[in-house]
């Protein structure tokens, strides 16, 4: 056996020997092992309690020799033998120990989990049909690999409240609620609102919201996520689709610069739900509530899917050959310094990268980008709203993004810029253009998802695709570089804003040959120094850190303190 | 030009082709599916008006309602031109057939010729052209199969078709049909000399000659006519449909009709040679002379007596096809060359012999 | 390996041709004149005359969704029939049951519930996998309609195939 190390304990898990740091939870040192213990209180970002009895494993220690007895001497391998404990303990709260044995499996923890099982099915409704968490239960899972496969439960059910609002966008089912408190400890710990709690003993426990509040915080829905059962469901998502149906994509989220990490739920091109996904240097395992139901005008009403030209004082469907022959047509009578490129810091990087390349074409004398500010909420939103501005900075070589907009308006208020290519933007409500200004304009090109007043008063509208139909990178506000995936197709005739970005160079004269996200990843990597080197599978779903900007994540910092203080695993 | 001779030949025409000849087909197409079904256990087409009568309307309509579809790769005037090609001739040999004896003091036939056969085979050999040309036409290899048999299936059997008649021609010395079939009226049918100058032991034995002939004439009639036994050129097992493979719509029941049309005319030409056409058994209602006057009710029940007489070889040609299986095309060959072929020729002389024997 | 199949060596009659033509037309005349004499019968005539009463028990006809003895509608649109469809005949919209509803504790039910019956193979998977006892195969087989979309049944039309169905586990009773 190799030395040692000092901050490596020696643990044997299911009869093979391995090394794990000192601190280590069992249930941490089980998965790593590939020996998964089945629990539903545990959480990683959360304190263990240690209330679900799921996690029961049996456990050994080297025999403590009686006095004046051999001390028990090492084996060939160098490790002590085991004296196994007859009475199991909780993998989720102990910690390893040197020379220390697990079993996953035998017959006292299968006796364990079966009992466990069989109590928490005692009360549980079989409503599964009608269960929003059915599919994926973790109930319903370990029911299967766990469960005794039939009840001897003869008595009437414990009868609970049901369908009971606990908050705006979330509901609760106490008959489904097996008590793990993994909600308790989340509005507790992470979101600073603790307003749920247990009430009433044994079987009658239920969950209930403290007496004049309710659940309502921008968090809120994290507990539908973390709840092992159909207890918590969202409101937004209730009865609209099983799981099963459902394409998962991963991206990010672009309501704000952290740039969460989702994964989008979709079936037959809608998008159904969004829901956090793990990346502990983003945004742990939360996202905030505002930002994960910001996605239902996708398929709204208001969703542009022609290009439209202007004639006659309104906009007819046109072919996007037209509308782009026409824009290239206008743009060719005007000289650079009259037409000023608006583009968004919405925009992924590559689409940046674009840009940059028609604004060298068309020789702009102005290119900026709309801000957005707001106020950070010291978890996971950031004061800047847009979700690139990084992205910005470094592929479009724009200093202060938005510092330029003021120049714009006075050149269009003076007649020095006849023509304004808004790309993605809306001017008039978020961009603070009025429409009597814009009216002043010649040409007025915008691109957007949505019919907004910038594109009822454009001469060419193009539908560009929302964040969920496009791929691209980002970069958040830490400077990490991060992929968005495309997870539907654009309505009718929508393209990828970087397909027309490259369609108007194409138009104007300049060559392409770009017929993929990545190929124009590639381009933009051999091009952008800060970018070198890197390629596309590279990124990784979980991004890579590209440049310092010296801001950090609040949530994330306060996750790092708690883990370092040892509350959670992490 | 004499108006009267006109109108007297487009009436006649109109009455006999279109409304006589043409529903007859369509009668024939049901009598085919009734009576195959029942042959087969089955019921057939019975639910469009009266036992299923009008369910060749239905067909009709169904054919002249489809899209009249011309696939892209065919040669496309000779591919219009074949079905009308198949159609026409069928129809135009109805002109010599004496479908009655008299009406109001007209011959019930459109053109009393004198060639009456030599018409009919030089008429109907023409219906050739429209199979040769659907096959080469449809550009494609089953129709192209098919046209090739049809053609090496129908000059083999045009020559013992006509070598079968001469016998005929040569004991009644003549050959106007309407006047063969006066002859016949009073003297006794080709097949049936049972009355008249028939009754007699030459008659009788003349008749050998006339079965020998008449049996070569309807086997190649089958052959002619592309039915089953002989329906080579459309066999469905080996060729898809044949020559019409690549046809629908209205051009596909131009073939379809003109194949029952041909049956018709054949079975008409069959009546008349040989069965003594509109003429009744043993004389009955017999005019006294080709040019005599023939009473109203007369002419009526020859016209009768015809139909009668057509749309029972019609039955026969149908139970024949229900019955019997396709040959194979090497025995269809060696049928009409080596047997049909002699003893047509053999016939001839026969007939040669006996009739200088019996002066 | 060949086989050399011996031909039968035919007498001269036989070559003729003549004979087997006239024992053929016996067979097809036979049969012929007993069913013109109707001394035999066997086609149905199938509008007028039907399988129905000797359709076995079963038979997999029409899928169709059914009502209990308390007249409640048993789907509660768990997707799962939509999910086992081997063709995807099934389109299920769920919602959830307004409060003032009788049966407001069960919570969900279908708001509209698609067989495309041209895509429907029949399979009775549907019924197999139902957790309610919702849905079951009834002995239509007649299924016909004059448009693609007359061939959709919707939920009306399914319950009206399907009717009331007695004798069912009722797992939604008071006592739950």
């Known amino acids: 056996m190799s030395e040692v190390k000092p901050d490596l304990v020696d643990v044997q898990i299911d009869g093979v020997w391995h090394q794990f740091p000192k601190g280590t939870r069992l249930i941490e040192a089980c998965r790593q092992a590939g020996a998964e213990v089945p629990h539903y209180c545990y959480h990683p970002k959360l304190t263990s309690p240690g209330n679900c009895r799921m996690c029961l494993v049996e456990t050994g220690m080297p025999p403590r020799p009686a006095p004046g007895a051999e001390p028990p001497q090492p084996d060939e391998s160098g490790h002590l033998p085991i004296s196994w404990i007859p009475r199991p303990v909780i993998a989720c709260a102990n910690t390893v120990a040197p020379n220390m044995g697990i079993r996953t499996t035998g017959a006292i923890t299968e006796g364990c989990r079966e009992g466990v099982m069989e109590f ?50 979330v509901r609760l089912d106490d008959e489904r609620c097996i008590m793990c408190s993994r909600c308790i400890r989340f509005t507790d710990e992470i979101a600073d609102d603790p307003v749920l709690g247990f009430t009433d003993r044994g079987s009658h426990t239920v969950l209930t919201v403290y007496p004049g509040r309710e659940l309502a915080n921008n968090y809120s829905l994290n507990t539908v996520d973390i709840c092992p059962v159909g207890a918590l469901t969202s409101n937004d998502f209730r009865f609209q689709m099983r799981v099963w149906f459902m394409r998962e994509t991963n991206t990010i989220d672009v309501n704000c610069a952290t740039g969460c990490n989702i994964t989008v739920y979709s079936r037959q091109n809608k998008i159904y739900r969004v829901v956090p996904r793990q990346n ?57 310094a009259e037409i000023a490129v608006i583009a968004s810091a919405r925009m992924t990087n590559e689409e940046l990268f674009l840009v940059n390349r028609l604004v060298k074409q068309i020789g702009a004398g102005h290119v900026e980008v709309v801000p957005r500010l707001g106020e950070a909420d010291g978890y996971l939103i950031s004061a800047d709203r847009n979700p690139n501005t990084n992205g910005v900075k470094l592929v479009l070589g724009i200093e202060s993004p938005g510092s330029g907009l003021e120049g714009v ?90 397909e027309i970005v490259r369609d108007l160079i194409q138009a104007l004269g300049g060559g392409n040959g770009i017929y993929s996200v990545t190929e124009l990843f590639n381009q933009l990597a051999s091009e952008v120094p800060e970018f070198k080197g890197l390629s596309w599978g590279q990124i990784g779903d979980l991004g890579i850190s590209l440049i310092d900007t010296g801001e950090t994540i609040p949530a994330i910092e306060r996750e790092k303190q708690r883990k370092a203080a040892g509350l959670i695993v992490g | 030009m004499d108006w009267h001779l006109l109108i007297a030949a487009a009436v006649k025409i ?32 019975n639910r469009v008006g009266p036992f299923g009568l009008l369910q ?142 028939g009754l007699s032991l030459k008659g009788f034995i003349l008749a050998i000659p006339i079965f020998i002939s008449f049996i070569v004439f309807t086997t190649s009639m089958f052959a002619e006519t592309n039915r089953l036994p002989f329906d080579l050129p459309e066999c469905e097992t080996e060729l898809v449909a044949g020559y019409h493979t690549e046809y629908s719509s209205m051009k596909f029941a131009l073939f379809f009709l ?70 194979r095309y090497d025995q269809l060959m060696r049928l009409g060359w080596v047997f049909f072929f002699e003893i047509a020729l053999a016939n001839v002389v026969l007939t040669a012999l006996l009739l200088w024997w019996l002066g | ?10 007498k001269w009659w036989e070559n003729l ?55 409640r509608e048993r789907c509660v649109a768990c997707q799962l029939c939509e999910f086992i469809c081997p063709p995807r005949a099934i389109t299920i919209k769920p919602e959830e049951i307004p409060a003032e509803d009788k049966w407001a504790k069960v919570e969900k039910r279908p708001r509209a519930f698609e067989i495309d019956m041209i895509r429907c193979i029949y399979c009775g998977l549907c019924e197999e996998v139902c957790p309610e006892q919702a849905i079951f195969l009834r002995k239509d087989y007649a299924i016909t309609g004059t448009s693609r979309a007359e061939m959709v049944h919707d939920k009306k039309r399914l319950y009206e195939i399907g009717g009331v169905r007695t004798g069912l586990v009722n797992k939604w009773n008071e006592l739950k």
């Open chain 1, 280 to 336: 502990n240097d983003v945004n742990s395992d939360w996202m905030p509530d505002s930002h994960r139901l910001n996605f239902h005008w996708i398929d709204g009403e208001s969703r542009l899917a022609e290009p439209m030209v202007k004639e006659n004082g309104g906009h007819r469907v046109a072919s996007w050959a037209e509308a782009l022959a026409k824009t290239a047509d206008k743009l060719a009578s005007l000289s650079g």
């Open chain 2, 56 to 197: 060749a309307v239905a067909d009709g309509i169904k054919f002249l309602l489809k899209e009249d579809f011309t696939p892209a790769h065919v040669r496309k005037t000779y591919y219009w031109l074949a079905p009308a090609l198949t159609m026409v001739p069928s129809l135009l040999t109805c002109a010599v057939l004496p479908f009655g004896s008299q009406l109001f003091g007209e011959k019930m036939v459109i053109a009393d010729l004198d060639v009456g056969p030599l018409f009919v085979f030089a008429i109907a050999s023409l219906t050739v052209y429209g199979i040769v040309l659907a096959g080469w036409a449809s550009n494609s290899k089953y129709p192209f199969l098919g046209g090739v048999r049809s053609t090496s299936q129908m000059i083999s059997y045009e020559i013992s078709l006509g070598l079968s008649i001469i016998p005929l021609v040569m004991i009644y010395g003549d050959l106007n049909l309407g006047r063969i079939v006066f002859d016949q009226a009073q003297n006794g049918w080709a097949l049936l000399p049972l009355w008249g100058e």
């Open chain 1, 409 to 498: 308006k006075s050149g269009i208020e003076e007649g020095r810029i006849k023509a304004v290519l808004c790309l993605q933007e809306n001017l008039v409500e978020d961009g603070g253009f009025s429409p009597e200004l814009l009216g002043k304009l010649d040409f007025l090109l915008a691109t957007y998802p949505l019919a907004n007043p910038t594109t009822g008063l454009a001469d060419v509208v193009l539908p560009g695709a929302c964040w969920a139909e496009k791929s691209g990178t980002m970069i958040n506000v830490a400077g990490r570089l991060q992929r968005l995936n495309k997870a539907v197709e654009g309505p009718g005739q929508t393209r990828e804003p970087w």
């Open chain 3, 17 to 71: 041709y003549l004979p087997g033509l006239i024992s053929g037309m016996r067979v097809t005349l036979g049969h012929f004149f007993a069913i013109l004499l109707r001394k035999k019968k066997v086609t149905m005539q199938y509008p007028e005359e039907k399988w129905d009463a000797h359709l076995p028990d079963h038979y997999r006809g029409a899928p169709a969704l059914v009502t209990d003895d308390q007249g």
């Open chain 3, 1 to 10: 390996m060949a086989i050399i199949v011996q031909r039968p060596k035919l």
């Open chain 2, 258 to 327: 003109g194949e029952y049309a041909a049956m018709i005319i054949g079975s008409g030409l069959a009546v008349t040679l040989f069965f003594g056409g509109w003429s009744l058994p043993f004389g009955w209602l017999t005019p006294a002379s080709p040019d005599a006057e023939v009473p109203f009710l007369h002419g009526c029940i020859h016209i009768l007596a015809f139909f009668a007489k057509v749309i029972g070889f019609i039955l026969f040609f149908i139970v024949v096809r229900w019955t019997l299986p396709r040959f």
């Open chain 2, 14 to 45: 109109v009455v006999f082709v279109f409304l006589m000849t043409l529903p007859l087909v369509a009668m024939s197409v049901w009598a085919e599916r009734r009576v195959s079904a029942a042959i087969q256990d089955r019921v057939g087409p």
């Open chain 1, 120 to 169: 928490l099915l005692a009360n549980h409704p079989l409503d599964c049909p009608i269960c929003d968490q059915a599919g994926e239960c973790t109930l319903q899972e370990y029911s299967v690999e766990h469960g005794k496969g039939e009840s001897r439960f003869r008595e009437k059910k414990v009868k609970k409240p049901k369908n009971v609002e606990v908050g705006p966008r």
